[in-house]
């Protein structure tokens, strides 16, 4: 009986070895495999709901996509849309700090401020910005220095009025429609106020705060000026359509420098291509994600190519004439 009761002793000893070391293995062989399959979260901050933001957001995920980083396999995608309110923006953001999430894609100049308010160590890329020297959320474009790189959509406005004056050389005055907070539309105004004064254009400005001003902003310039300048504003984008149903009856032509502005009402404009922006976006993120780069080191990235984009419904609606060369050019 002593004897198969020590066989037993044995036995469970043995088995208790064997059950131990599994143990260990199994722990090596967990810390092995989250660290080879890690799934990275990403926080997604958009301004406003509106084309070229859509737009931004969807090259983002595809961008990343092409670099091997997949929603739902290696990486998780928290999408979220501030509604242009500057309180969702600040508690989005909060919420994305508190999760700890690895990286954060910020769509407009005041959804990539807000972010960078509440972290200055998680790495934040961002898109459809047009100045982030500016708009103080780098050191310089060329060397940010800090936890923020991204694309920027910049086309200078010279172009739009450049294109205005080729289809109304007889302008004398040019309407300039933006809001007044944000920076990215202060930057492309000033600029294109310095062009007007050099083609003696006069520059009467309408600039609103929220969506709710822009029917009366976009009244007090009719029989005032001779065509309308929208920088690339993503208050005035979200209301484009709305702005079409005052212009187009008074035969007013918008300028504006974003595609998705110009097919939802606006008369023509030279753009950049969003998608393609954030498909660039979503690749830096992804070196930054492999450790290739840190936004520090990482140059603001820009987009060479522009496009002319004309409305040809709204064209004709208030009696434009486009020219031959221009139209075959137009996209």
Do not use: W
């Not at 407009?108 to 807000?114: E, G, H, N, R, V």
């Not at 065509?227 to 359509?241: G, L, V």
């Amino acid at each position: 009986m002593l004897k198969n009761l020590l066989q037993k002793k044995m036995i469970a000893a043995g088995l208790g070895i064997v059950l131990a070391a599994g143990a260990i293995a199994g722990c090596s062989g967990e810390k092995k495999e989250a660290g080879a399959n890690k799934v990275y979260r990403i926080g997604v901050l958009q301004l406003v709901q509106h084309g070229a933001l859509d737009d931004a957001n969807k090259g983002f995920v595809d961008g990343l996509a092409s670099r091997g980083y997949r929603n739902g396999e290696n990486i998780t995608i928290d999408q979220q849309n501030a509604q242009g309110d500057q309180s969702n923006l600040k508690t989005i953001s909060q919420r994305f700090v508190n999760n700890k999430v690895d990286l954060i894609y910020a769509i407009a100049t005041p959804a990539a401020q807000a972010v960078a308010n509440e972290t200055k160590t998680i790495p934040i890329v961002g898109s459809a910005i047009t100045d982030y020297e500016a708009a103080k959320l780098v050191q310089s474009n060329a060397k940010p220095g800090g936890n923020v790189t991204g694309t920027t959509d910049y086309t200078p406005p010279k172009k739009q009025i450049e294109l205005a004056l080729k289809l109304i050389p007889q302008a004398k005055t040019v309407g300039a429609l933006y809001t007044s907070s944000e920076a990215n539309s202060q930057v492309q105004v000033k600029e294109m106020k310095e062009y007007a004064a050099e083609k003696g254009l006069t520059v009467l400005e309408a600039t609103v705060t929220n969506v709710n001003d822009i029917q009366q902003a976009a009244q007090s310039l009719i029989g005032k000026v001779d065509f309308i300048y929208c920088p690339t504003d993503n208050t005035i984008a979200s209301a484009m359509a709305n702005i079409a149903k005052i212009a187009v009856p008074a035969k007013l032509p918008v300028f504006v420098g974003d595609e998705t502005m110009v097919k939802t009402g606006g008369t023509a404009g030279i753009s950049i291509n969003y998608y393609k922006l954030g498909y660039q976006s979503g690749q830096m993120a992804a070196d930054i994600l492999s450790g290739k780069v840190k936004p520090a080191d990482m140059p603001i990235g820009l987009q060479e190519d522009v496009e002319v984009i004309i409305n040809q419904e709204t064209v004709k609606a208030i009696g434009l004439l486009i020219p031959e060369e221009l139209l075959k050019e137009a996209k």
